[in-house]
């Protein structure tokens, strides 16, 4: 995206490396979005920018908790690694459990 001057705008490839997913998954989530909400993007003749706060937003948008119902804290080490690649300076994560088994403060099954 070399014809943007300034770094207001990141190209397509940016953004997904800061999202840390491929550039089709950021096509995607421009034109259907997730979890109701669309990365917004700008046209400049044939080239997509994503403004740098709307990247901002969107990625605090991926890792926003929701209401998962009952739910366990894992540290990043129980994660297989493409997971862990994708959470970048994270220590633990939020994951959902099933609601008849009962777990200890750690998440382990109590």
């Not at 999202?19 to 421009?30: D, E, Q």
């Not at 990625?59 to 862990?84: F, M, T, Y």
Request: proline residues 6%; glycine residues 8%.
């Amino acid at each position: 995206m070399k014809e943007l001057v300034d770094d207001t705008y990141a190209s397509v490839d940016e953004a997904a490396r800061v999202l840390r997913v491929s550039p089709k998954t950021v096509y995607r989530w421009i034109s259907r979005g997730l979890r109701g909400r669309k990365l917004s993007a700008v046209r400049f003749g044939g080239t997509l920018g994503i403004h740098r706060r709307s990247l901002e937003q969107f990625k605090k948008h991926l890792i926003e908790p929701r209401d998962l119902g009952s739910c366990a804290v894992l540290p990043v080490e129980q994660l297989p690694n493409e997971l862990v690649n994708r959470l970048g300076d994270a220590k633990e994560v939020v994951m959902p459990v099933k609601t008849s088994r009962c777990c200890s403060p750690d998440g382990r099954p109590a």
